[in-house]
């Protein structure tokens, strides 16, 4: 009997791409979205489609054995922060008490490095202390610990992952989505930093690939992990190769303010059995899908 894996958030861009993706490994998926797609074709391989609030108790299926949470809500939808913040941690509190009853082995909460907040180190690990993270990231890393407590309360196994920018076909609300939308509609792509080495990406192939490896032999016990890509380049190389996997002429324009750069330690995530793209082919894998090859 396959696995029975609910995705929440299956209407956005990671959440679609990973329940599609588990329902091609042979899972029997769940994908849950606050509104379903508009097209939604009856699709015998893939995902059962199901249109819930994550805070109702009958959000979620009776049972199953794995919860990949993926649904959030995100400042550029609600713009009140106090809501912002009550609605994630409301949906967190609802789904993860919801597999726990349905008796799943494992959760997985996929989290931000908005955790983090103002980050003043060059490296980022999981041990780096949150500076002032605004109410997406607070609401982020309350979960993590909520999930955390559902772990020591018996559930099995629960890994929250803080992931980079995620790219892929649809992508958005991150530095690499915003310069390959200016890339492919010729606008000048703004940078700063050029010379920083730069890991800050996953692509969603990649992401959608280790959590099916996960959900098959989940670990005992919580855990907690960053995620990024292997083999940093310049911002400046970053923004090239855009271009150049794209076939469009470079139009790009560097500064030296802006956030400060930093790189992204995967030594827990390969701990954990990652085994991370390069920079180079993380971005060459987003323009292709974003061009539809």
């Avoid at 609600?78 to 941690?89: A, F, I, K, V």
């Avoid at 085994?275 to 061009?291: E, G, I, K, M, T």
């Amino acid at each position: 009997m396959p696995l029975r894996v609910v995705v929440t958030g299956a209407g956005g861009f990671a959440g679609k791409f990973i329940a599609h993706h588990l329902a091609g490994r042979g899972f029997a998926v769940t994908a849950v979205a606050r509104n379903l797609p508009e097209s939604l074709l009856p699709d015998a391989g893939g995902p059962v489609w199901r249109r819930a609030d994550l805070r109702a108790p009958d959000a979620l299926p009776e049972r199953f054995d794995a919860l990949i949470h993926c649904a959030a809500e995100i400042p550029a939808r609600c713009q009140d922060p106090d809501e912002l913040y009550r609605r994630n941690m409301d949906m967190a509190r609802s789904v993860f008490g919801r597999a726990q009853d349905a008796g799943a082995r494992s959760i997985v909460f996929l989290s931000s490095m908005s955790v983090y907040g103002t980050i003043s180190t060059p490296v980022v690990t999981e041990d780096t202390a949150p500076q002032d993270p605004d109410p997406y990231g607070r609401a982020k890393g309350d979960a993590e610990q909520l999930l955390e407590a559902h772990v020591k309360a018996g559930l099995p196994s629960g890994l929250s992952i803080r992931l980079p920018g995620t790219v892929g076909r649809g992508s958005h609300n991150n530095f690499l989505s915003n310069a390959l939308r200016q890339v492919l509609s010729g606008e000048t792509v703004a940078a700063n930093n050029p010379e920083a080495p730069f890991n800050n990406i996953v692509y969603v192939g990649d992401l959608a690939a280790f959590l099916g490896s996960w959900i098959e032999a989940p670990r005992d016990g919580y855990a907690v992990t960053n995620l990024a890509a292997a083999d940093p380049m310049t911002i400046r190389d970053v923004v090239s190769l855009l271009f150049s996997c794209a076939g469009r002429p470079p139009k790009v324009r560097f500064g030296e303010s802006g956030k400060k750069p930093f790189l992204i330690s995967l030594d827990r995530a390969m701990s954990l059995g990652y085994r991370p793209a390069s920079v180079r082919d993380s971005l060459a894998n987003f323009v292709r899908d974003s061009l539809g090859g």
